[in-house]
């Protein structure tokens, strides 16, 4: 049998631009779709599909918000100017220790297309979370 080890979802850390800005409690929407066409051409009865243009899904990074630390309020902020900063994104996952990076999810040409902050209630307990959402053109897997 294969010796396999489940890694676990909590054993990762977002880095934008190479700096690891740390309290990231989730990463979402690390998937994406190729369009995919018909090739009915030669001599077999059967379509075969073909697959074309990959489209990358909205992420969405939510972290517990750090009033002083306004890094991704900043980037927020060169959208609302209407001046766009692209910066890439890494989602590192660790092994199950937390210690020994074992694989990275590179985003290239992120943009930031939302900026959310948590509703305030003084009758509930918790953080304050900020979540940004981001698109972005290409990826790999470090």
């Known amino acids: 049998m294969a010796d396999y080890t489940t890694t676990m979802k909590q054993n990762f850390k977002v880095e934008i631009d190479g700096i690891d800005y740390g309290n990231f409690v989730s990463v979402s929407g690390l998937g994406a ?9 030669g001599m077999d009865k059967n379509a075969r ?9 909205t992420v969405t990074l939510v972290r517990n918000c750090d009033p002083t630390d306004t890094v991704l309020k900043e980037w927020w902020k060169t ?3 209407g001046n766009p900063e692209r910066k890439a994104v ?15 999810r590179n985003l290239f ?3 930031p297309s939302g900026w959310n902050m948590s ?8 953080p304050i ?6 698109v972005y053109e290409d990826a790999n897997w470090g």
């Open 90 to 104: 890494s989602i590192v996952l660790f092994d199950r220790s937390g210690i020994e990076e074992i694989a990275r």
């Open 79 to 81: 959208v609302e100017r």
């Open 119 to 126: 509703d305030l209630n003084s009758m509930e307990a918790g």
């Open 33 to 41: 779709t190729a369009d995919l066409t018909d090739d009915i051409g």
């Open 49 to 57: 599909k073909i697959p074309g243009k990959v489209k990358y899904e």
């Open 129 to 134: 979370t900020e979540t940004l959402s981001i």
């Open 109 to 111: 040409e992120c943009v």
